[in-house]
């Protein structure tokens, strides 16, 4: 069963910290507009989300990451849009990482890939081990400069297709959430009951270790599951299984994410 995923999404700057500005336009406004319907498009896609604001507030990068790191969250996506000493003299999408070679330049690509199909350019994923919000994140981290804020053309874009831009970012944390599931090593488990109170399962689990079965028992989908064994090779798993046949136990071979 997959695990269900988490994010906390940061709204760049806000409050006392406006941000870039061109002309009346804000930063923390973009942000925060972007990182509401980026959250709510993972909710309906069956991820847990947390913000660090909501509204018009400030902390600093500090605090972030420290309500990030709080929120137990599995990932980090914070908005930002950018900006140039000169207006108008860049232009196109990128994603900050503490550093290359991980999840968080994974989650990086994938996001500026689904961006760029919208026709953004794709200014690539830097390391930015610098920025406070990334550097002190426990979990993987992205920063995601959503087009230029001092280039007409961008906000032109970013405007007329706001919630194409929401999808992409959420379509590039989706994609990485089902990469990680589908690189994690799956193991063979053989399942011998399944109960609705914990302690019938805690019983079924100790009388299998006394005799000598690895047994124990998870809880998912509203029972406890006892179940023998983790195996990468089938072949191990069809020998238990059988053997626990042999001594009378039913049996259900079940394959798991590797979580033990």
Do not use: C
């Not at 507030?57 to 309500?67: F, G």
């Not at 831009?165 to 090593?185: D, F, H, S, Y």
């Not at 005799?211 to 798993?237: E, H, I, M, S, T």
Request: glycine letters at 8%; aromatic letters at 8%.
């Amino acid at each position: 069963m997959q695990e269900r995923k988490s994010v906390i999404i940061d709204a760049g700057h806000g409050g006392s910290d406006p941000g870039a500005v061109y002309e009346r336009r804000q930063e923390k406004d973009d942000a925060l507009n972007l990182a509401l319907a980026v959250g709510r498009i993972l909710e309906n896609n069956g991820v847990d989300v947390m913000y660090t604001r909501i509204n018009d507030v400030y902390d600093t990068p500090l605090e972030k990451a420290q309500i990030a790191n709080e929120s137990g969250a599995d990932y980090l996506v914070s908005i930002h849009r950018n900006a140039m000493p000169i207006p108008g003299t860049a232009s196109g999408i990128m994603s900050l990482v503490y550093e290359n070679g991980g999840t968080a330049e994974l989650m990086g690509k994938n996001i500026n890939q689904e961006l760029a199909r919208l026709g953004f350019q794709d200014l690539g994923v830097m390391e930015r081990p610098g920025l406070i919000i990334l550097r002190k994140s426990d979990m993987p981290a992205v920063l995601v400069e959503a087009g230029f804020l001092d280039n007409p053309a961008d906000n032109e874009m970013f405007d007329r297709n706001f919630w194409q831009i929401a999808q992409a970012i959420a379509n590039g944390v989706l994609t990485t959430i089902r990469q990680e599931e589908e690189m994690k090593p799956r193991y063979y488990q053989i399942q011998i009951g399944s109960y609705l109170n914990r302690k019938m399962a805690e019983e079924a689990a100790a009388q299998l270790t006394e005799q000598g079965y690895p047994a124990f028992y998870v809880y998912q989908d509203g029972y406890y599951k006892v179940r023998v064994g983790a195996y990468l090779n089938l072949d191990n798993a069809v020998h238990m299984e059988q053997k626990l046949k042999r001594n009378g136990y039913p049996t259900m071979m079940i394959l798991e994410p590797g979580i033990y």
